[in-house]
């Protein structure tokens, strides 16, 4: 039996106090702060918050004969473990050759169309046995963890047939298993129409319905279904179709929604009663509205519109509307290329004007309700998984003011040293 002891935090961010409910409006910028904090872990639990005289008193009565490693977090902000609900991490190959493309003008679905895009990464991850995808996807974990991620959402969407979707998920399930990070898997056999389907998008929605979902749900595969609702991608009825078919057998739905152009899919999202709808850069003013009256998550992504040269998502219309936010990287290899949700905090607030302790709501406590994990993480309260972030920074502020660094110091994960 051991203890940890993180003495005389500079600040914690605790996030503590929104574990049955997503943050909203006014509360996304009240982060539960201490100063000179202490942090006690045993069993990879938090067991005190505090003060650190208190947590020194604590550990004095309670250590009897445990042994006790000492952490120092001088100078240090403390915050959970960060989480990101959006990514598309287990794929094979790299797509750097579409930027030059879109320097020159062309437009990301138009890449796609073309057979390019979603459809090429299709094709590299198909070719790739699940060793060679557990292989390069480590490799992104290592980063994410490195950059204080400590739980993502993984969505399949590169297998597009039934034994290759099957074949992401399960390297998911493997690497959540075998690697630090943990992963919560989400089922998206609708991101593309695959090139064997083309002009017959019915079809290949028939096959993700009645072949791809109860395969998935049989396997206990994913947790999640979510749906490119797009123009040139599937329609807001597809998008319902196939969202409520997953709701039939167990998967809550999730929607990449209004990336592209305006189409209703924040609306759709409100219908559904849909965990989280994600992108958002095109929603109407009634779909928030709509999202904020039905507790829908928006996930927002400002790295793809950074990376897309667009404007991102009206994130301050959304939080003023009362609709929970939270953000992430959305790691895919078009659209977001990145692990590091630290600098996509950084465009949250420089770009789409979120405050700094917005921003850390949205990464932490929202972002697991995003993927219904906020009764185990999300914030550092007793009776929480001991999941934290130590930066070299010496309060919350200074994250999101000291810009495009890697400021972690020490990443501890089920009360594990991961990265020090
Ligand atoms: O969230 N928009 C659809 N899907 C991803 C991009 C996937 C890719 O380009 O490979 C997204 O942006
Ligand atoms: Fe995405």
Redesign the pocket.
Known sequence: MSMIYIRNAAQIATLSGASTKPKTGKEMDELDLIEDGGIVIEDGMFTFVGSNEDAFRYVESHSMSKQVLVLSAEGKTVTPGLIDP?T?VV?AGS?EFELNLRLQGAK?MDI?NAGG??LY?TERTREATEEQLIAETTKRLDRFLAYGVTTIEAKS??GLRIEDELKQLRVARQLNAAHPVDLVSTFMGA??VPAEFKGNTEGFVRTVIEEMIPAVAREELAEFCDV?C?EG?FTVEQSREILVAGKKWGLKPKI?AD??VPYGGAELAAELGAVSA??LLHASEEGIKLMAENGVIAVL?PG?AFFLMVQPAAARAMINAGVPVALST?R?????PTESLPFIMNLACLTMKMTPAEVLSACTINAAHAINRANVIGSIEVGKQADLVMFDAPNYLYLQYHYAVNLVDTVLKKGEVVIQ
């Open positions: 959006h598309h794929f797509r990301y796609l895009g979603i990464s969407g590169y991101h593309a490119f797009e991608a990449h990336e592209i994600d992108h992504l793809t959305d895919n290899p078009g659209s977001s």
